[in-house]
């Protein structure tokens, strides 16, 4: 079963109208793992008036879980959208490709190395997409991902425990 959690911040999922809050999605989750069944969970990046803090912990919230599989999304701006409206006027920037880049890495870094990262960048309709026209070259993303994690020397899992951060242990977080 996959399923749409996006982020674990009710404020941002009120924003965009997800329609439950954090806990629904993780009774839901709960209950779908006790009956044995699979789940794979996608997460957006990028969603309005979102942090970077909020979406590592989003990625941290659904460590705890561990779930079997996880989606990683880039917000699109796609043509004829609420979204669109908000882009055009100027009340609504989309992540750079710097900044996605390093907040993927920070996600990766605390998801549980067993949970299969099934996507970590999604295709907009090319004909649609207004913003980020950097998400277009996939190749690019994944290839700059792989470097800076190289460069870095990090790993996903590097940073999980099944209880959270340890005391005294920080969450990097390059602003």
């Known amino acids: ?37 699979r789940v794979c969970v996608h997460i957006i990046d990028g969603l309005p008036g979102e942090t970077e803090a909020e979406m590592i912990k989003t990625a941290e919230d659904l460590a705890q879980l561990r779930p079997d599989g996880v989606k990683i999304h880039l917000l699109h701006v796609i043509r004829g959208t609420q979204l669109a409206g908000l882009y055009e006027s100027g009340a609504y920037t989309p992540m750079t490709f710097e900044d ?22 999604g295709d907009g309709d090319k004909t649609k997409l207004l913003a980020p026209l950097w998400s277009r070259d996939k190749i690019r993303v994944l290839g700059t991902i792989d470097r800076e994690m190289a460069a870095e020397n990090t790993w996903q899992g590097r940073l999980y425990s099944p209880n959270g951060l340890q005391k005294g242990q920080k969450m990097r977080i390059i602003e």
């Open 1 to 37: 079963v996959e399923l749409g959690l996006q982020s674990s911040n009710d404020e941002t999922a009120a924003r965009i109208h997800r329609g439950y809050k954090y806990e629904v999605f993780r009774e839901k989750f709960l209950r779908l793992r006790e009956n044995n069944i």
């Open 100 to 121: 996605y880049v390093r907040v993927v890495i920070r996600q990766l870094e605390v998801l549980p190395p067993e949970t299969v990262i099934e996507r970590i960048t």
